[in-house]
C-alpha cells in the first residue's frame, strides 16, 4: 500500500532522514520507534507531503506521491494526526469534525461517519457543542484522531498519540485505534517514544536511530530482542 524508498529529507542544510525504506501494507499496524530526534516526526511529514523529501521515492496505492501536494496526499487517503494534537481551540467539537471533512462532499456519508466517531468516542457526543480548546488533553487526542478519521484514509498516520496523556487514557486510546484497523480496515503508522505501547499494538515495526533505519522485524521479534529492550524497552 504504501513505498517508502531510499527517501532523504532536509531541513536547510540538516539530513534529517537518511536513505529511508518503509513499506506498509493494507491493514496492518506499523510502528518507528525511536529516541527523541531520530527523525520519527520528519518521517511522517515526509509521507503527508509536509517535508518533501530531497531525494528517494514515495508510491501510496502505486501512485507516486512525494511530488505531491499535502492536500492531494490527504485526498488519495493518507491522514495525519500531528504530535501534540494541533485541534482547532475556538471551534465547537462538531465543527473540528466538520474541518476534518474539508474535501468530502458526500452528506450523508459525512453524517454516518460522526455518528461511527461517537460510537467509538461517545464522550465527544456530549461535548460536542463544547469548544475544542475546553477539552482535556485526552479528550483533545481522541478529537484530533476523530478529525483524521472524517477525511476517510486508507492509511493513518499517528505521531505519538500517547504523549503527556494519563496511562488509562491511553490505554483506552489504542483499544480504539485497533477497533479501527479492525473495523475500517485501516492501516496505521504509529510513530511512539512508547516503544513497550507502541509494539504491542503493531504487527511490524521499524527502529530509527539518528535519520536511518537500523531494523526491521515483527513487533514480537523486537519486543525479544536485546539491544531493543536495552535500549528502548528499559530492561
Ligand atoms: P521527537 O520525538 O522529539 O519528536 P523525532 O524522532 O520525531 O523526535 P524529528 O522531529 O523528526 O525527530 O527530528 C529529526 C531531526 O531533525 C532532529 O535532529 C531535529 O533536531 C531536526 N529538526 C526537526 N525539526 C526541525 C526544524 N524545523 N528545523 C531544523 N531542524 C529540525
Redesign the pocket.
Known amino acids: 500500500m504504501l513505498n517508502v524508498r531510499n527517501i532523504s529529507s532536509y531541513?536547510?542544510n540538516?539530513e534529517?532522514?537518511k536513505d529511508v525504506s518503509i513499506d506498509i501494507s493494507e491493514g496492518e499496524i506499523i510502528t518507528l520507534i525511536?529516541?527523541?530526534?531520530?527523525?520519527?516526526?520528519?518521517?511522517l511529514?515526509s509521507i503527508s507531503g509536509i517535508i518533501p523529501p530531497r531525494s528517494g521515492e514515495i508510491y501510496f496505492m502505486g501512485q507516486e506521491i512525494h511530488t505531491m501536494s499535502p492536500d492531494k496526499i490527504v485526498s488519495l487517503g493518507i491522514s495525519q494526526v500531528p504530535?501534540g494534537r494541533h485541534i482547532f481551540p475556538d471551534l465547537t467539537v462538531m465543527e473540528n469534525l466538520h474541518m476534518g471533512a474539508f474535501l468530502r462532499n458526500d452528506t450523508q456519508g459525512i453524517k454516518d461517519d460522526i455518528d461511527y466517531i461517537f460510537s467509538l468516542f461517545p464522550i465527544l457526543t456530549k461535548r460536542q457543542n463544547q469548544a475544542g480548546g475546553t477539552l482535556s488533553g485526552g479528550e483533545q487526542q481522541m478529537l484530533a484522531i476523530s478529525r483524521a478519521l472524517m477525511a476517510k484514509p486508507r492509511l493513518l498516520l499517528l505521531?505519538?498519540p500517547s504523549l503527556g496523556l494519563a496511562p488509562l487514557i491511553v490505554k483506552q486510546i489504542f483499544e480504539i485505534i485497533r477497533k479501527i484497523n479492525a473495523e475500517q480496515n485501516t492501516a496505521i503508522f504509529l510513530?511512539e517514544?512508547n516503544a513497550n505501547l507502541a509494539l504491542h499494538a503493531a504487527n511490524r515495526g521499524y527502529v530509527?536511530e539518528n535519520?536511518s533505519i537500523v531494523l526491521e522485524d515483527s513487533a514480537e521479534n523486537l519486543l525479544s530482542n536485546d539491544e531493543v529492550k536495552k535500549a528502548y524497552l528499559g530492561l
Do not use: R, S
Open positions: 531541513y536547510g540538516i534529517a532522514l525511536g529516541a527523541n530526534g531520530a527523525g520519527k516526526t520528519t518521517t511529514m504530535e505521531d505519538e510513530v517514544q530509527i535519520g
